[in-house]
């Protein structure tokens, strides 16, 4: 078993700058929070696999390829299918915090909206 205290990874990660703190991984899993300032965020891209998010603390727009959008708040969790562009953007005043779990191990690239599709990604 492995353990983790949030409250401990969120300080580090917001006095280290630090955007992606991987948490927990294996060859088909991973665990990891993300530390978004205000504004900051992710470009529109898509996974090979499902993934969620929960909102730890602030406010996150996900928005799809074809504009449409959510703000999510503190509590709130979102499941993307594999391979659905989405985009994260920290919308609040407050820094925003997200917990992440993917079914393939760290390492693996995204698909962003800006480049092309490969035969394996299509």
Not at 18 to 27: E, K, M, P, W, Y
Not at 42 to 60: A, K, N, R, Y
Not at 82 to 111: C, D, H, I
Request: glycine share 8%; with cysteine; net charge negative.
């Amino acid at each position: 078993m492995e353990f983790v205290n949030l409250t401990q990874k969120i300080d580090e990660a917001g006095k280290d700058k630090q955007r992606n703190v991987h948490l927990f991984g294996t060859d088909n899993f991973r665990s990891w929070m993300l530390y978004f300032e205000p504004g900051d965020g992710t470009p529109m891209h898509f996974h090979q696999s499902p993934e969620t998010f929960l909102v730890i603390d602030g406010s996150c727009s996900v928005k799809g390829i074809k504009g449409d959008e959510r703000v999510l708040k503190k509590n709130d969790i979102v499941f993307l299918p594999a391979k659905e562009y989405y985009q994260l953007t920290s919308v609040g005043t407050a820094p925003l915090v997200l917990f992440g779990n993917r079914s393939e191990p760290f390492g693996v690239r995204p698909v962003r909206a800006d480049e092309p599709a490969s035969a394996e990604t299509a």
